[in-house]
Protein backbone atom coordinates (compact mmCIF):
# COMPACT_ATOMS: atom_id res chain seq x y z
CA UNK A 1 0.00 0.00 0.00
CA UNK A 2 1.59 3.46 -0.98
CA UNK A 3 2.27 5.52 2.00
CA UNK A 4 -0.16 8.61 1.71
CA UNK A 5 1.68 12.29 2.65
CA UNK A 6 -0.94 14.83 3.76
CA UNK A 7 0.34 18.41 3.38
CA UNK A 8 -1.24 21.22 5.06
CA UNK A 9 -0.06 24.48 3.75
CA UNK A 10 -2.31 26.78 5.14
CA UNK A 11 -3.75 29.22 4.98
CA UNK A 12 -2.93 31.63 7.89
CA UNK A 13 -5.51 32.46 10.39
CA UNK A 14 -7.51 29.56 9.53
CA UNK A 15 -7.55 27.42 13.10
CA UNK A 16 -4.02 26.00 12.51
CA UNK A 17 -2.84 26.80 15.58
CA UNK A 18 -5.33 24.69 17.35
CA UNK A 19 -4.96 21.55 14.49
CA UNK A 20 -1.41 21.90 15.01
CA UNK A 21 -1.90 21.53 18.95
CA UNK A 22 -4.11 18.65 18.58
CA UNK A 23 -2.18 17.07 16.41
CA UNK A 24 0.77 17.21 18.87
CA UNK A 25 -1.59 16.06 21.72
CA UNK A 26 -2.75 12.89 19.62
CA UNK A 27 0.56 12.17 18.45
CA UNK A 28 0.57 8.66 20.06
CA UNK A 29 -2.65 8.01 19.57
CA UNK A 30 -2.44 8.84 16.39
CA UNK A 31 0.71 6.40 15.67
CA UNK A 32 -1.44 3.30 17.07
CA UNK A 33 -3.94 4.21 14.04
CA UNK A 34 -1.12 3.96 11.50
CA UNK A 35 -0.59 8.22 11.62
CA UNK A 36 2.36 9.46 11.61
CA UNK A 37 3.34 13.04 12.82
CA UNK A 38 6.14 13.70 12.85
CA UNK A 39 8.59 14.95 15.42
CA UNK A 40 11.98 15.18 16.71
CA UNK A 41 10.75 14.52 20.20
CA UNK A 42 7.49 13.33 21.89
CA UNK A 43 5.62 16.61 22.09
CA UNK A 44 7.23 18.80 19.84
CA UNK A 45 5.70 17.78 16.44
CA UNK A 46 4.24 21.74 16.26
CA UNK A 47 8.07 23.38 16.02
CA UNK A 48 9.57 20.54 13.89
CA UNK A 49 6.79 21.21 11.31
CA UNK A 50 7.72 24.94 11.51
CA UNK A 51 10.92 24.52 11.27
CA UNK A 52 11.25 21.84 8.48
CA UNK A 53 9.04 24.67 6.92
CA UNK A 54 11.60 27.88 7.35
CA UNK A 55 14.00 25.17 6.30
CA UNK A 56 12.27 24.29 2.88
CA UNK A 57 11.74 27.83 2.17
CA UNK A 58 15.13 28.88 3.00
CA UNK A 59 14.00 31.48 5.12
CA UNK A 60 15.27 31.78 9.31
CA UNK A 61 12.99 33.47 12.08
CA UNK A 62 11.89 32.87 15.14
CA UNK A 63 14.64 31.62 16.88
CA UNK A 64 18.63 31.70 17.14
CA UNK A 65 20.43 31.59 13.51
CA UNK A 66 20.80 28.73 11.92
CA UNK A 67 17.69 27.15 14.26
CA UNK A 68 16.21 25.19 11.04
CA UNK A 69 19.33 24.40 9.12
CA UNK A 70 18.59 21.03 8.30
CA UNK A 71 15.16 20.20 9.40
CA UNK A 72 13.60 19.84 6.23
CA UNK A 73 15.67 17.12 5.29
CA UNK A 74 15.23 15.68 8.93
CA UNK A 75 11.11 15.79 8.16
CA UNK A 76 11.43 14.11 4.77
CA UNK A 77 13.30 10.82 6.36
CA UNK A 78 10.93 10.46 9.27
CA UNK A 79 8.31 10.69 6.10
CA UNK A 80 9.46 7.81 4.61
CA UNK A 81 10.14 5.98 7.65
CA UNK A 82 6.36 6.80 8.75
CA UNK A 83 2.88 4.82 8.37
CA UNK A 84 0.20 4.35 6.26
CA UNK A 85 -0.44 8.15 6.33
CA UNK A 86 1.97 11.20 7.54
CA UNK A 87 -0.01 14.78 8.10
CA UNK A 88 2.44 17.83 7.88
CA UNK A 89 1.27 21.00 8.58
CA UNK A 90 2.46 24.88 8.88
CA UNK A 91 0.86 27.49 7.47
CA UNK A 92 3.68 29.17 5.62
CA UNK A 93 4.37 27.05 3.20
CA UNK A 94 0.77 28.68 1.67
CA UNK A 95 3.07 31.48 -0.16
CA UNK A 96 5.61 29.30 -1.29
CA UNK A 97 7.70 29.74 -5.10
CA UNK A 98 7.96 27.14 -7.29
CA UNK A 99 11.17 26.16 -7.00
CA UNK A 100 10.68 25.47 -3.49
CA UNK A 101 7.40 23.80 -4.41
CA UNK A 102 9.36 21.86 -6.92
CA UNK A 103 11.63 20.65 -4.22
CA UNK A 104 9.04 19.36 -1.70
CA UNK A 105 7.61 17.53 -4.41
CA UNK A 106 10.75 15.92 -5.81
CA UNK A 107 11.72 14.96 -1.85
CA UNK A 108 8.30 13.39 -1.42
CA UNK A 109 8.42 11.61 -4.35
CA UNK A 110 7.40 7.98 -4.50
CA UNK A 111 4.63 8.89 -1.62
CA UNK A 112 0.88 9.56 -2.74
CA UNK A 113 1.04 13.26 -1.71
CA UNK A 114 -2.05 15.64 -0.80
CA UNK A 115 -2.78 19.05 -0.41
CA UNK A 116 -4.88 20.46 1.96
CA UNK A 117 -5.42 23.75 2.12
CA UNK A 118 -8.17 25.45 4.72
CA UNK A 119 -9.84 28.82 3.46
CA UNK A 120 -12.01 31.53 5.06
CA UNK A 121 -13.72 34.67 3.66
CA UNK A 122 -11.97 37.33 3.27
CA UNK A 123 -13.89 39.82 5.41
CA UNK A 124 -12.65 37.54 8.69
CA UNK A 125 -9.57 37.30 6.98
CA UNK A 126 -8.09 40.33 6.41
CA UNK A 127 -8.57 41.56 9.71
CA UNK A 128 -7.21 38.93 11.26
CA UNK A 129 -3.77 38.87 8.93
CA UNK A 130 -3.32 42.51 9.64
CA UNK A 131 -3.32 42.10 13.34
CA UNK A 132 -1.01 38.97 12.91
CA UNK A 133 1.55 41.17 10.90
CA UNK A 134 1.65 43.25 13.52
CA UNK A 135 2.38 40.88 16.55
CA UNK A 136 4.70 39.99 13.79
CA UNK A 137 6.75 43.40 13.89
CA UNK A 138 4.94 45.39 11.38
CA UNK A 139 3.93 49.12 11.81
CA UNK A 140 1.42 49.99 8.88
CA UNK A 141 -2.12 51.20 9.63
CA UNK A 142 -4.75 49.20 8.46
CA UNK A 143 -6.28 51.01 5.65
CA UNK A 144 -2.79 50.64 3.93
CA UNK A 145 -2.49 46.66 4.94
CA UNK A 146 -6.46 46.67 3.07
CA UNK A 147 -5.02 48.87 0.06
CA UNK A 148 -1.76 46.72 -0.01
CA UNK A 149 -3.83 44.09 -0.22
CA UNK A 150 -6.50 45.01 -2.82
CA UNK A 151 -4.01 45.74 -5.04
CA UNK A 152 -2.19 42.68 -6.02
CA UNK A 153 1.10 43.70 -4.39
CA UNK A 154 2.98 41.00 -3.44
CA UNK A 155 4.07 39.89 0.85
CA UNK A 156 3.48 37.11 2.43
CA UNK A 157 -0.51 37.38 3.44
CA UNK A 158 -1.16 38.16 -0.27
CA UNK A 159 0.42 35.38 -1.62
CA UNK A 160 -0.64 33.12 1.03
CA UNK A 161 -4.82 33.78 1.18
CA UNK A 162 -5.46 33.55 -2.97
CA UNK A 163 -6.94 30.81 -2.74
CA UNK A 164 -6.55 30.00 -6.72
CA UNK A 165 -3.16 31.32 -6.86
CA UNK A 166 -1.88 29.02 -4.13
CA UNK A 167 -3.44 25.73 -5.38
CA UNK A 168 -2.51 26.58 -8.78
CA UNK A 169 1.11 26.64 -7.93
CA UNK A 170 0.67 23.48 -5.48
CA UNK A 171 -1.06 21.55 -7.82
CA UNK A 172 0.32 22.27 -10.71
CA UNK A 173 1.49 18.45 -11.67
CA UNK A 174 -1.40 16.92 -9.23
CA UNK A 175 -4.39 15.51 -10.16
CA UNK A 176 -7.31 17.32 -8.75
CA UNK A 177 -8.40 14.90 -6.28
CA UNK A 178 -5.27 14.99 -4.35
CA UNK A 179 -6.08 18.51 -3.92
CA UNK A 180 -8.43 18.99 -0.82
CA UNK A 181 -10.17 22.79 0.14
CA UNK A 182 -11.34 22.70 3.74
CA UNK A 183 -13.71 25.83 4.21
CA UNK A 184 -13.86 27.52 7.88
CA UNK A 185 -16.97 27.64 9.04
CA UNK A 186 -18.93 31.09 9.71
CA UNK A 187 -20.72 28.90 12.56
CA UNK A 188 -18.90 26.25 15.24
CA UNK A 189 -21.78 24.01 14.50
CA UNK A 190 -23.65 22.52 17.10
CA UNK A 191 -20.54 20.59 18.95
CA UNK A 192 -18.18 23.34 18.57
CA UNK A 193 -15.70 22.03 16.70
CA UNK A 194 -16.81 21.38 13.20
CA UNK A 195 -13.71 22.69 11.70
CA UNK A 196 -11.57 20.10 13.67
CA UNK A 197 -13.93 17.65 12.09
CA UNK A 198 -13.48 18.93 8.57
CA UNK A 199 -9.92 19.06 8.84
CA UNK A 200 -10.09 14.96 9.86
CA UNK A 201 -11.79 14.00 6.98
CA UNK A 202 -9.44 15.97 4.94
CA UNK A 203 -6.47 13.75 6.69
CA UNK A 204 -8.37 10.76 6.30
CA UNK A 205 -8.10 10.55 10.61
CA UNK A 206 -11.46 9.35 12.72
CA UNK A 207 -12.05 11.89 15.46
CA UNK A 208 -12.06 9.53 17.74
CA UNK A 209 -8.46 8.75 16.75
CA UNK A 210 -7.68 11.69 18.61
CA UNK A 211 -9.19 12.45 21.79
CA UNK A 212 -7.32 14.51 23.49
CA UNK A 213 -8.84 18.59 22.93
CA UNK A 214 -6.41 21.54 22.38
CA UNK A 215 -7.12 24.74 24.53
CA UNK A 216 -4.55 26.70 22.31
CA UNK A 217 -5.76 28.92 19.48
CA UNK A 218 -4.48 31.91 17.67
CA UNK A 219 -7.03 34.72 18.95
CA UNK A 220 -6.81 38.12 17.43
CA UNK A 221 -6.34 41.46 19.13
CA UNK A 222 -9.13 44.08 19.04
CA UNK A 223 -8.62 47.64 17.87
CA UNK A 224 -7.07 49.17 20.60
CA UNK A 225 -4.54 46.11 21.50
CA UNK A 226 -3.51 46.10 18.18
CA UNK A 227 -2.67 49.88 18.22
CA UNK A 228 -0.89 49.54 20.82
CA UNK A 229 1.17 46.77 19.79
CA UNK A 230 1.53 48.65 16.15
CA UNK A 231 3.16 52.05 18.05
CA UNK A 232 5.32 49.75 20.47
CA UNK A 233 6.84 48.30 16.84
CA UNK A 234 7.35 51.85 15.47
CA UNK A 235 8.73 52.97 19.04
CA UNK A 236 11.20 50.08 19.25
CA UNK A 237 12.51 49.72 16.11
CA UNK A 238 12.54 46.22 16.12
CA UNK A 239 11.82 45.24 12.69
CA UNK A 240 9.86 42.16 11.31
CA UNK A 241 12.65 39.97 11.84
CA UNK A 242 13.60 40.93 15.59
CA UNK A 243 15.23 38.56 17.54
CA UNK A 244 13.89 35.99 19.55
CA UNK A 245 14.46 37.43 23.28
CA UNK A 246 11.85 40.58 22.19
CA UNK A 247 9.75 38.16 20.14
CA UNK A 248 9.03 36.17 23.16
CA UNK A 249 8.61 39.25 25.39
CA UNK A 250 6.30 41.21 22.45
CA UNK A 251 4.05 38.42 20.62
CA UNK A 252 4.25 35.74 22.58
CA UNK A 253 4.36 37.11 26.21
CA UNK A 254 2.33 40.84 25.54
CA UNK A 255 0.18 39.67 22.33
CA UNK A 256 -0.56 36.45 22.92
CA UNK A 257 -0.94 35.85 26.92
CA UNK A 258 -1.74 39.37 27.79
CA UNK A 259 -3.90 41.77 25.15
CA UNK A 260 -5.75 38.92 23.61
CA UNK A 261 -6.95 38.19 27.02
CA UNK A 262 -8.94 41.62 27.35
CA UNK A 263 -11.79 42.09 26.91
CA UNK A 264 -11.40 44.28 23.26
CA UNK A 265 -13.32 45.94 20.63
CA UNK A 266 -13.08 43.49 17.54
CA UNK A 267 -11.28 44.56 14.03
CA UNK A 268 -13.87 44.26 11.45
CA UNK A 269 -13.90 44.67 7.85
CA UNK A 270 -14.46 48.79 6.86
CA UNK A 271 -18.05 48.96 5.18
CA UNK A 272 -16.84 49.68 2.20
CA UNK A 273 -14.52 47.28 1.75
CA UNK A 274 -17.27 44.29 1.55
CA UNK A 275 -17.45 44.56 -2.28
CA UNK A 276 -13.77 43.52 -2.97
CA UNK A 277 -14.43 40.74 -0.68
CA UNK A 278 -17.46 39.52 -1.76
CA UNK A 279 -15.95 39.68 -5.74
CA UNK A 280 -12.94 37.43 -4.35
CA UNK A 281 -15.09 34.63 -3.19
CA UNK A 282 -17.33 34.71 -6.64
CA UNK A 283 -13.98 34.16 -7.98
CA UNK A 284 -12.50 31.49 -5.73
CA UNK A 285 -15.94 29.35 -5.78
CA UNK A 286 -15.59 30.05 -9.49
CA UNK A 287 -12.58 28.50 -9.92
CA UNK A 288 -12.53 25.40 -7.22
CA UNK A 289 -16.03 24.32 -8.77
CA UNK A 290 -14.18 24.77 -12.23
CA UNK A 291 -10.99 22.77 -10.82
CA UNK A 292 -12.28 19.65 -9.50
CA UNK A 293 -10.41 19.49 -6.20
CA UNK A 294 -12.01 17.95 -3.55
CA UNK A 295 -14.09 20.09 -1.36
CA UNK A 296 -14.61 19.63 2.35
CA UNK A 297 -17.05 21.73 3.78
CA UNK A 298 -19.41 24.33 2.31
CA UNK A 299 -18.22 26.88 -0.22
CA UNK A 300 -20.85 29.40 0.78
CA UNK A 301 -18.64 29.59 3.89
CA UNK A 302 -15.86 31.60 1.31
CA UNK A 303 -18.56 34.59 0.95
CA UNK A 304 -18.28 36.86 4.00
CA UNK A 305 -21.55 37.65 5.86
CA UNK A 306 -21.94 41.45 5.60
CA UNK A 307 -23.21 43.09 9.54
CA UNK A 308 -26.76 44.73 10.15
CA UNK A 309 -27.03 48.08 8.81
CA UNK A 310 -27.14 49.60 11.78
CA UNK A 311 -24.05 48.03 13.02
CA UNK A 312 -21.09 50.40 13.85
CA UNK A 313 -17.86 50.11 13.11
CA UNK A 314 -14.98 51.23 14.68
CA UNK A 315 -11.88 52.69 13.14
CA UNK A 316 -8.66 50.34 14.15
CA UNK A 317 -6.58 53.33 12.98
CA UNK A 318 -8.16 56.16 14.86
CA UNK A 319 -8.69 54.29 18.62
CA UNK A 320 -9.35 56.26 21.09
CA UNK A 321 -7.38 57.26 23.83
CA UNK A 322 -8.76 55.66 26.50
CA UNK A 323 -9.20 52.69 25.06
CA UNK A 324 -5.28 52.61 24.01
CA UNK A 325 -4.20 53.64 27.98
CA UNK A 326 -6.21 50.94 29.56
CA UNK A 327 -4.70 48.17 26.92
CA UNK A 328 -1.11 50.22 27.49
CA UNK A 329 -1.35 49.70 31.42
CA UNK A 330 -1.93 46.15 31.62
CA UNK A 331 0.65 45.87 29.26
CA UNK A 332 2.68 47.79 31.30
CA UNK A 333 1.73 45.76 34.48
CA UNK A 334 2.70 42.73 32.79
CA UNK A 335 6.35 43.82 31.54
CA UNK A 336 7.25 45.17 34.60
CA UNK A 337 6.54 42.14 36.57
CA UNK A 338 8.40 40.02 33.92
CA UNK A 339 11.42 42.75 33.83
CA UNK A 340 11.34 42.53 37.76
CA UNK A 341 11.33 38.09 37.42
CA UNK A 342 14.66 38.64 35.55
CA UNK A 343 16.39 41.22 37.02
CA UNK A 344 19.53 38.90 38.26
CA UNK A 345 19.85 38.36 34.15
CA UNK A 346 22.64 40.25 33.24
CA UNK A 347 21.73 39.44 29.86
CA UNK A 348 18.18 40.42 29.95
CA UNK A 349 18.78 43.42 32.05
CA UNK A 350 20.91 44.84 29.78
CA UNK A 351 18.71 44.69 27.17
CA UNK A 352 16.44 46.73 28.74
CA UNK A 353 18.27 49.11 30.23
CA UNK A 354 19.56 49.69 26.78
CA UNK A 355 16.06 50.17 24.83
CA UNK A 356 15.72 52.11 27.60
CA UNK A 357 18.56 54.82 27.05
CA UNK A 358 17.62 54.27 23.69
CA UNK A 359 14.18 55.62 24.22
CA UNK A 360 15.01 58.01 26.38
CA UNK A 361 17.60 59.83 23.46
CA UNK A 362 14.69 59.59 20.61
Sequence with gaps: ?????????????TGTTYLQDRLRLN?????????????????????????????????DWGGPPGHARGAWDAMVRRVN????????????????????IAKAMNDLAGNEVHIVYSARDLARQIPAAWQESIKQGR?????????????????????????????????????????????VPHDRG??????????????????????LDSERDNRSLGIAETSLLRKLNRRLELGVWRDPVYDALIRQLLAQEVLVARDAVPVRLPPDRYDFAEQQAELWIEWVKGSGVDVIGDLEDLRPRRPA?????????????????????DALTV??????????SGAVGGRLRETARRLRDR
Excluded at 82 to 94: C, F, P, Q, R
Excluded at 141 to 169: C, H, M, N, W
Excluded at 335 to 344: G, N, Y
Aim: positive net charge; hydrophobic residues 40%; proline residues 7%.
Design 81 to 100: RGEDNVVISHEILAGAKPDK
Design 190 to 211: PDGDELWLRFCRAFGIDPAWAP
Design 27 to 59: TASLARHGVTVPATRPGRSDMFHFRAALDLLEQ
Design 139 to 183: KWQFRRFIDRYESGKTFFFRQALDLPEVLTAWGAKMPPERIHVVT
Design 1 to 13: MSRVVHLHIGAPK
Design 309 to 329: EDAEWRNPDRVRAKLELSAAL
Design 335 to 344: MTREAASHAS
